[in-house]
């Protein structure tokens, strides 16, 4: 046999060692244990305002840490830095590419980056001297669409690629820090963990992978959906993440038990969830879907538990203030609402 | 795996999987429920808001003006 096919056979039997593993650590059900946690009630949430100005589908949105300003991403070639409170548009940055994907605010409230179709992650600075928003990096590098990036701060930012890798560079410098391989197939969504030392993925591959950002190793992969994971999500505690797919069901997984825990899926929903994200303690997890909604679900019910209805097409992202006190939905059709 | 290296970096990567102490999904699925638990009372979604003046995107209608 050769090294290559003991290599294969030895693959397979450590994969096979992981399934029992994971099976002797399954001595329970989240839907027996939370048999018993008071239902919350149906969850009725209004728009409260809509911020209208782009001129063509949007792709992408970040809120910024002061829970007012956010960021979206259009493919009318604009990056807008909008201030929520008001609906007054802060920013409207013109895009050297308009194929945009992802966009991203920096904690500190200084940077916003974005990137797509053009493979690169542009850095922009939001606080220049003479007033003005410009360019300050261009981090090319990867050999795919860039689909997602996140800011660990003003000069580290962790980005995921349709070229099946996720990065950590150095904007200063311009240079990939660390390469996170491993899937087999385009990477579509990153989220960062609460304390910033770990971040899951989610992949074409249907799988996601838990990565030590300082040391670059997958720490962990976790199987189960059915196709494409679009959404990744963590939970607040940074113990657990939640997925959404072109499957149709989004699932939780746990990542001290090392498994998928719930799913969250309904006979009449058949389309692809685009976007997630959890509220403040966890208990609701928002959803975006193909068919124009957002599903508002109990995490640990694992009840739909209410709906966000309002726009005309495709539910591209979302996302939940840092104070918890409102969500965010962008849409194809050009508007971002945001609810409470 | 197309190649060897790759084929010893996977096998590494598996190994230490297989080999991670795992928590028992009676225990993860509590601490879960616990952290919802303790934070549900501050979350607007569930609780809503103790007075409309509490939430940043309240109705700009609430603003009033008499006219004089």
């Known amino acids: 046999m050769s090294e290559l096919d003991q290599l294969r056979q030895e693959a397979e039997q450590l994969k096979s060692q992981i399934r029992d593993a994971r099976k002797a650590a399954n001595d329970t059900t989240l839907a027996s244990v939370a048999a018993n946690l008071e239902p919350i009630g149906r969850i009725q949430m209004r728009t409260r305002r809509t911020l209208r100005g782009h001129l063509a589908k949007i792709y992408a949105m970040h809120w910024a840490s002061d829970s007012r300003n956010l960021v979206s991403a259009s493919q009318d070639g604009k990056l807008i830095v909008w201030d929520s409170y008001t609906t007054n548009k802060v920013h409207a940055i013109p895009l050297r590419s308009s194929w945009v994907m992802t966009c991203a605010y920096a904690p500190s409230g200084s940077f916003v980056a974005c990137g797509g179709l053009d493979n690169i992650c542009s850095i922009y600075s939001l606080k220049t001297r003479e007033g003005n928003v410009r360019v300050s990096r261009e981090l090319p590098g990867h050999t795919g669409y860039l689909s997602c990036c996140r800011f660990l701060d003003d000069n580290q930012i962790v980005t995921s690629s349709g070229d099946m890798t996720c990065a950590l560079w150095d904007i200063e410098t311009g240079q990939q820090v660390s390469a996170f391989t491993g899937h087999t197939g385009d990477v579509m969504s990153l989220s960062l963990s609460p304390d910033f030392r770990t971040f899951i993925s989610g992949a074409c591959d249907a799988s996601a992978k838990l990565w030590d950002i300082r040391d670059g190793q997958c720490k962990q992969t976790f199987p189960g959906h059915e196709s494409d994971i679009n959404a990744v999500a963590f939970f607040p505690s940074g113990n657990a993440f939640a997925t959404g797919s072109d499957d149709a069901t989004c699932r939780l997984f746990d990542i001290r038990a090392d498994q998928e825990l719930a799913m969250y899926s309904h006979d009449n929903i058949i389309c692809g969830i685009t976007s997630v994200a959890f509220s403040k303690s966890g208990r609701l997890l928002f959803a975006g879907y193909d068919d124009f909604n957002c599903n508002v679900w109990d995490s640990m019910r694992q009840e739909r538990a209410g709906v966000l209805a309002g726009h005309d097409n495709r539910v591209s992202c979302l996302g939940v203030t840092e104070d918890g006190m409102a969500v965010c939905t962008g849409s194809w059709d050009s508007f971002l609402k945001i609810w409470n | ?68």
Request: charged share 30%.
């Open chain 2, 1 to 68: 795996m197309h190649s060897v290296p790759q084929g010893r970096k996977l096998v590494e990567s598996l190994r230490s999987e297989r080999d991670m102490p795992r928590q028992l999904v009676s225990q993860a699925t509590t601490d879960l429920i616990k952290y919802t638990e303790d934070h549900t009372p501050d979350d607007v979604f569930v609780k809503g808001f103790a007075s409309d003046k509490l939430n940043p995107f309240r109705p700009k209608s609430s603003f009033q003006c008499a006219a004089l």
